[in-house]
């Protein structure tokens, strides 16, 4: 079983369509990223939290650290949304945490108009 | 926002060569900076962890004396193919962090080893 796992692996949805992905770890952590990588392989840092929630234009990211989950939520979603979405976290351990990052397999989203 | 830049974007060699590929950071210093490779449609994989002036630790599986790491500065890593065989060719992508948890991800280099 990996240690951070994502769902679903793929998503198709409408143009306009609020469209939620959703990660779930079973490690320690002392933070978690959400990236998004466009079909060229550019990676972009979208969110890093530790609690709570963070909300950037259309795209908000939440975390339940009791739970160990977060989701990643895309409001009125546009094609130009379309991308692969890679949730990762920072393992936390006794004694301190790690940049080293473990990464989800990705949620590939296709945005139709 | 920090830009982690990678040169060459793309490169195309014979089998047998080696390709050095660079790694940036165009506006802070980066403690740490790491080395992943991706498949198609696969995640990242971390390659090594590289940290200036220090040698780099390799992720098991990766042979240290395939892929070499240099971390000449602050700003600066680069990672070199040597003897490039086609099961090398791969997306190679670098991130750069400071003491911080973010990680600044470059546009990677796509290889291609005929």
């Known amino acids: 079983k990996n240690e951070v796992e994502q769902s679903p692996q793929n998503l198709t949805a409408q143009e306009g369509e609020f469209i939620t992905i959703n990660c779930s770890y079973s490690v320690g952590i002392s933070a978690l990223h959400w990236l998004q990588q466009h079909p060229g392989g550019g990676i972009v840092s979208l969110f890093m939290l530790s609690s709570g929630k963070k909300k950037h234009g259309r795209l908000i990211a939440t975390i339940n650290i009791q739970e160990k989950h977060s989701s990643l939520h895309i409001t009125a979603s546009h094609p130009r949304d379309s991308a692969v979405y890679i949730c990762a976290v920072n393992h936390s351990f006794y004694g301190g945490a790690t940049n080293k990052l473990i990464f989800g397999t990705g949620t590939l989203l296709a945005v139709q108009p | 926002g920090a830009v982690v830049s990678q040169h060459p974007s793309r490169v195309i060699c014979k089998s047998g060569t080696s390709v050095k590929i660079e790694c940036r950071s165009l506006d802070f210093q980066a403690t740490t900076m790491f080395w992943y490779r991706q498949f198609p449609k696969q995640s990242l994989m971390l390659m090594a962890t590289s940290n200036e002036g220090s040698k780099a630790t390799y992720e098991q599986g990766v042979e240290k004396d395939k892929f070499l790491i240099n971390h000449a500065s602050l700003t600066l890593s680069t990672l070199t193919v040597t003897s490039a065989h086609p099961e090398d060719s791969s997306f190679y992508i670098c991130s750069a962090t400071t003491r911080?948890?973010?990680?600044?991800?470059?546009?990677?280099?796509?290889?291609?080893?005929?």
């Open chain 2, 100 to 114: 911080r948890e973010t990680q600044y991800f470059g546009p990677g280099t796509r290889l291609l080893v005929l």
